[in-house]
Nanobody, 123 residues
Framework: QVHLVESGGGLVQAGGSLRLSCAAS????????MGWFRQAPGKEREFVAT???????YAADFAKGRFTISRDNAKNTVYLQMNSVKPEDTAVYYC?????????????????WGQGTQVTVSS
């Protein structure tokens, strides 16, 4: 069992930066692929970025060049550094975990979800 708790969301101006954190419980964090998804009002949840337990990273096209995912296995934490944010980045951001070696790019493969953290970008 893995319990995920996100933090770091809030209100930020367009062009600014924000760093989301996701703290995971459990002793096997390093054996999970971690990811971030987001859901904007009236839209379906979509993939943002993922990092495998070996450090392989995949990111959605809209995230490339602006968002960076990283993990600290010693702290059982995964991060999402968001730079040059845009109003269209406004959404609830969810942390996700998938057991095993493969990435967490598809929400159907996610084993655990966090409760979400709201990110609002003002223009």
């Amino acid at each position: 069992q893995v319990h995920l708790v996100e933090s770091g969301g809030g209100l930020v101006q367009a062009g600014g930066s924000l760093r989301l954190s996701c703290a995971a419980s459990g002793r096997t964090f390093s054996s999970y692929a971690m990811g971030w998804f987001r859901q904007a009002p009236g839209k379906e949840r979509e993939f943002v970025a993922t990092i495998t337990w070996t450090g392989i990273i995949y990111a959605a096209d809209f995230a490339k060049g602006r968002f960076t995912i990283s993990r600290d296995n010693a702290k059982n934490t995964v991060y999402l550094q968001m730079n040059s944010v845009k109003p269209e980045d406004t959404a609830v951001y969810y942390c996700a975990a998938r057991s095993g070696r493969l990435s967490a790019r598809d929400e159907r493969d996610v084993d655990y979800w966090g409760q979400g953290t709201q990110v609002t970008v003002s223009s």
